[in-house]
C-alpha cells in the first residue's frame, strides 16, 4: 500500500460556482510581507484556480518531494511515477481581471507556473470574451533542488513559466490587456518561459534562465524564451545560459525561439545567451518584428532563419541594429544560418562597420541554397551612425506589410500556404491598428479587398466563437469555402490576395479547430474529439496554418502535456505526426508513454471513467490492462483488443480519483500513466 503521504492532491483549489465577478476571487500571501508563512509541500497542484476572476500569490513557498519508488513486485503494485508535483500554479480562466504571482519560492516541480486562458468548462465558465486584465509574473525564483539540498530531489523543472490561449480575439490593443513576466530567476530547468498566441500584450523582460541540456537520445526541442503567435509582444533585456555546457545534441537547444510573430509591434532587444545550441530562432513569419542589440556566445548556429522571414533590420532607418555575434566560434560553427526555404533577403541586416570584429563572418545554410544565405552587398550591409542606446525601439513602420500585401517576400518552397499565412496575419494586424490602412495606398486596398476573403470570414466566426455565439458560428462553418476564395488583383498598387482554393487546407483546419473549441467550451467532447485536437496539434504549421499552435494550446490542456513540438522534422519529414517531434523533456505530468517505438495515449483525461487508449503502432496482439487506485489496489485486470488502434475502457462505475493504467503488450513491454476520473 502507497502511504497516504506519497498521494498529493491540490493545496489549495478556486473554481466558480456562479459569475459574480466580485466574490470570485483567490488571494494567497503572507501578511505584512512576511516571506514564507504558507508552505505547500507534496501535492498535485499547490494552487489550482478554475475560472477565478482574481488571483493574488505572494511570498508563498512551494516544494514538492520526490516520491521513492514503491511497490513493483510479483503481482504488487507497480513502481509509481517518481513525482506527484505537477503544477506550482495551474491556472484555467477566461475572464480576469488581475493574475498576480510575486516573490515565491517554487522547486521541484515539473511545471512552475501554468496559465491557460482558455477557461475550464468542468466549473462555471463564461464566454471566451477575453476579459483580460493584467497579469504580473514577477520575482519568482523556480528551481531544481533547493541550494544545498540534492538527495531525493530532482535535478531540473520540464517548463517554468507557460501562458497560453487558444482563441484570439480580433480587435483594437487596450492598456489593460497586458502580461508582464519580470525578473523572474529559472535555475535547472528543461524549457524556460513559454508564451503561446499570446493576443495581448505581452512584456518578458529581465529574466534570468538557466537551462539544462536534456542528454537522452533522442534530443528533444528545449528553449530558453519561447514566444509563439504573439501579436504584440517584447523580449527584452534576458539572460540565458546552459548549465552544464550542452554537448552533443545541443542543436536542439535553443535560447531564443519565435514562431510566427508577424508585426511591428513585436520587438526582440538587448538580451544575451552564452553557449547554446542555436542563439535567436525565427520560424515561419515573423515580418516587422524588430532584432535590436542582442549578444550572441559560441552556439552552434548563433542567428537561424527557419523557414521564415523578419524583414530589414534597420530600426528608423537610422541606426545600425547593434547585434553582436562575440567569443570565439570554431570552423564547425555558424554565425548565420539560413534553411527550409528560407531567404536572407527578406530579412537584411544593417551593422556597424566592417572592422567590427562583433559581425557576422560564419555564414551559411542549407545545401544547394547558398544563395539565400546571408552574403556582404546582398543580404548584409555596413552603414555609418552610432548604434542606438538598448532600450525599447520607437514601433516602426516600414514596406513590409507592403510586401505581403503584394506577395513580394521571395520564399524557395511552400510559396501558397506562406503567402497565406502572411496576408492572414496582415489582415489581423489591421483589426488590431486600424491606423495602418492610413500608412500605405496598398494597406487601404489591401484592406477593402480582404473583406470579401476567407481571411475574414475566419475572423468573424472567431470574434464569434469567443463571445459565446455558438449558433451562428456553426452556421457558417456550413459555408463553401471554395466559393469565398479570393485572388482579386489591383494594378494599381500591385496587391494581390494570395486567398485561393490552394490554401483550402488550413481553412478547413480553422473550420474544424472552431468545431472542436466549441464542444470543449460547452464540455461535450468525446473521444473522438480529444483525438481530433491532438491531430491538429501534430500537424506542421508552417504548412497547415498558425492555427496549429491554437490547437497545441487547447491540446496542452486537455492532455495536461507541455511538453514541445519539433517543427523542424515537420519540414525535414512530412506533414503528419513523426514520433520525433513531440519532446519529452521529463514532463512526468504528460499522460502518454513511450517504450521503444510504440505509444499509448488516454483520451479524454480527466474523463467521466468512459475513455478511448490509442495505439499509436498497430499492433493485433492483445494486451493486458491493469488500473491500480490511489492507495495502489488492483482494481481491473483485462485483457484488451486494439481495433483501427483505438481500445474502449469502460470504468463509469468507480468513484472519482487519481488512478494509474499499466499495460503490457505481447512483447511483455510496460507502460503506465495516470488518469483522473472526473465526474
Known amino acids: 500500500m502507497f502511504p497516504s503521504s506519497y498521494l498529493g492532491g491540490d493545496g489549495i483549489y478556486s473554481g466558480t460556482t456562479d459569475d459574480n465577478l466580485n466574490q470570485n476571487r483567490l488571494r494567497v500571501y503572507s501578511p505584512n510581507a512576511n516571506q ?74 515539473n511545471t512552475g507556473i501554468a496559465i491557460w486562458e482558455n477557461g475550464d468548462p468542468t466549473t462555471t465558465m463564461y464566454p471566451i470574451s477575453h476579459f483580460a486584465g493584467y497579469g504580473w509574473i514577477y520575482g519568482n525564483l523556480i528551481q531544481a533542488s533547493p541550494y544545498g539540498y540534492s538527495s531525493g530531489m530532482s535535478q531540473s523543472v520540464s517548463t517554468g513559466i507557460a501562458i497560453q490561449c487558444a482563441t484570439t480575439k480580433h480587435n483594437a490593443y487596450t492598456d489593460m490587456n497586458k502580461m508582464t513576466v519580470n525578473m523572474n530567476y529559472l535555475h535547472d530547468v528543461y524549457n524556460g518561459i513559454y508564451l503561446n498566441n499570446m493576443w495581448q500584450q505581452s512584456n518578458v523582460e529581465y529574466n534570468n534562465i538557466s537551462v539544462r541540456p536534456n542528454t537522452a537520445s533522442p534530443h528533444w526541442l528545449q528553449f530558453g524564451i519561447n ?57 515561419m513569419n515573423n515580418m516587422g518584428v524588430s532584432w535590436f542589440n542582442n549578444n550572441m556566445n559560441k552556439n552552434l548556429k548563433g542567428f537561424v532563419l527557419n523557414a521564415a522571414s523578419i524583414g530589414p533590420q534597420y530600426p528608423s532607418g537610422t541606426y545600425p541594429m547593434g547585434d553582436q555575434w562575440q567569443g570565439t ?49 546582398t543580404s548584409i550591409f555596413y552603414v555609418p551612425g552610432t548604434t542606438i542606446e538598448c532600450h525599447p525601439l520607437v514601433h516602426r513602420m516600414d514596406s513590409v506589410y507592403d510586401q505581403i500585401a503584394q506577395q513580394q517576400i521571395l520564399f524557395e518552397s511552400n510559396l501558397i500556404p ?15 491598428d486600424t491606423t495602418l490602412v492610413d500608412s500605405s495606398a496598398a494597406l487601404a486596398v489591401f484592406a477593402s479587398l480582404a473583406q470579401s476573403s476567407r481571411y475574414a470570414y475566419i475572423t ?76 491538429l496539434a501534430q500537424l506542421c504549421p508552417e504548412r497547415n496554418g498558425t492555427v496549429v499552435f ?130
Open 36 to 109: 514564507y508563512h504558507n508552505l505547500f509541500y507534496a501535492f498535485r497542484n499547490a494552487i489550482e484556480c478554475s475560472n477565478t476572476f482574481q488571483i493574488i500569490g505572494r511570498d508563498n513557498y512551494i516544494i514538492n518531494k520526490t516520491i521513492p519508488v514503491v511497490g513493483g513486485g510479483p503481482g504488487g503494485p507497480p513502481p509509481i511515477p517518481s513525482t506527484y508535483g505537477w503544477y506550482g500554479y495551474n491556472i484555467q480562466t477566461s475572464k480576469y481581471d488581475t493574475i498576480s504571482i510575486v516573490n515565491d519560492t517554487i522547486t521541484n516541480l
Open 227 to 283: 514566444s509563439t503567435l504573439s501579436e504584440n509582444s517584447l523580449v527584452y533585456e534576458n539572460n540565458i545560459t546552459s548549465t552544464p555546457a550542452p554537448g552533443a545534441g545541443s542543436d536542439s537547444l535553443r535560447a531564443f525561439y519565435t514562431a510566427s510573430c508577424q508585426s511591428n509591434l513585436n520587438q526582440i532587444g538587448c538580451n544575451s545567451e552564452t553557449g547554446l545550441g542555436r542563439g535567436y530562432e525565427f520560424f
Open 329 to 377: 566560434w570554431g570552423s564547425g560553427d555558424t554565425q548565420t544560418y539560413v534553411y527550409h526555404g528560407a531567404n536572407a533577403i527578406n530579412s537584411k541586416f544593417y551593422l556597424t562597420g566592417s572592422s567590427s570584429i562583433t559581425n557576422p563572418t560564419l555564414n551559411s545554410g542549407a545545401p544547394g541554397f547558398a544563395s539565400s544565405d546571408y552574403l556582404l552587398g
Open 418 to 432: 506562406n503567402n497565406w499565412i502572411g496576408q492572414y496575419a496582415l489582415w489581423n494586424s489591421i483589426l488590431s
Open 460 to 535: 468573424t466566426m472567431e470574434n464569434l466563437l469567443i463571445n459565446g455565439n455558438y449558433d451562428s458560428v456553426t452556421t457558417m462553418l456550413g459555408y463553401n469555402i471554395d466559393s469565398m476564395a479570393n485572388t482579386s488583383w489591383d494594378s494599381v498598387t500591385q496587391v494581390r490576395l494570395a486567398d485561393s482554393t490552394g490554401a483550402d487546407n488550413i481553412v478547413q483546419n480553422y473550420q474544424n479547430f472552431f468545431g472542436l473549441f466549441m464542444k470543449y467550451a460547452t464540455a461535450s467532447l468525446s473521444s473522438s474529439d480529444s483525438l481530433a485536437i491532438l491531430a
Open 550 to 679: 491554437q490547437a497545441r494550446s487547447l491540446y496542452s490542456q486537455i492532455y495536461n502535456d507541455l511538453s514541445m513540438f519539433n517543427d523542424d522534422s515537420c519540414l525535414d519529414v512530412d506533414s503528419g505526426y513523426v514520433a520525433a517531434r513531440h519532446s519529452d523533456n521529463g514532463n512526468n505530468n504528460k499522460i502518454n508513454a513511450t517504450t521503444g517505438n510504440q505509444n499509448y495515449s488516454i483520451h479524454p483525461n480527466p474523463n467521466d471513467g468512459n475513455f478511448v487508449l490509442l495505439q499509436y503502432i498497430p499492433d493485433n496482439e492483445p494486451v493486458k490492462i491493469r488500473i491500480y487506485d490511489e492507495i495502489g489496489r488492483s482494481i481491473y485486470n483485462q485483457d484488451l483488443q486494439f481495433s483501427n488502434s483505438k481500445g474502449q475502457l469502460n470504468l463509469v462505475n468507480y468513484v472519482p480519483g487519481i488512478y494509474l493504467l499499466e499495460i503490457t503488450d505481447g512483447k511483455n513491454r510496460i507502460f503506465r500513466f495516470k488518469f483522473v476520473i472526473n465526474k
